[in-house]
């Protein structure tokens, strides 16, 4: 991810947002994947944060962790499924990275996600967005796209409301992702 452009990518979105949270925030990446979403935060928030790692993967897991541990910092994690995770607190934010476009019910995905944050609570969510770049990957992956308007009525839908968009400047990321900041209302 990081070859590709993400991870600087997700250092502008998380960097585009006051106020900044507070340092001593809960956090948690929803499918972490290798864990790029995850290090922009530390990277920016430093280690005071506390960081939840969820995927069903085992081998992302542990390459998440590997990239959280080089910044000094330890992870929980959790390995299953968005649908089945029953923290033991809420969190204050949540980072979901080309989640919902692999669920086969976005808008159940996205409550699922607020049902695990505090009121008031942010999503940083990216996902992709109709590009032709999108074509080639959904050749791996199988996944889908969304227009901003459709993402405002899932996040709407689904116990969120959108506060910001932000367009990837750069690279990859700008033609296949488009960030949302949501808070839990």
Known sequence: MRTLGYYDAYLGFLSSRIPRPDARAQVLDVGCGTGAFAEAWAAIHGPASEITLLDPSAPMLDRAEAALMRRDIVPDRAQVMLGSYRPPALFDHLLAAHIIEHCDDP??????????????????????????CNAIIWLQWRHRTFQPDEIAELLAASGWQLGAEYAFPAGPPSRTSRGYLARAI
Request: net charge positive.
């Open 107 to 132: 808008a159940a995905a996205l409550a699922e996600m607020r049902a695990l944050v505090r009121p008031g609570g942010c999503l940083w969510l990216a996902a992709s967005k109709p590009h032709w």
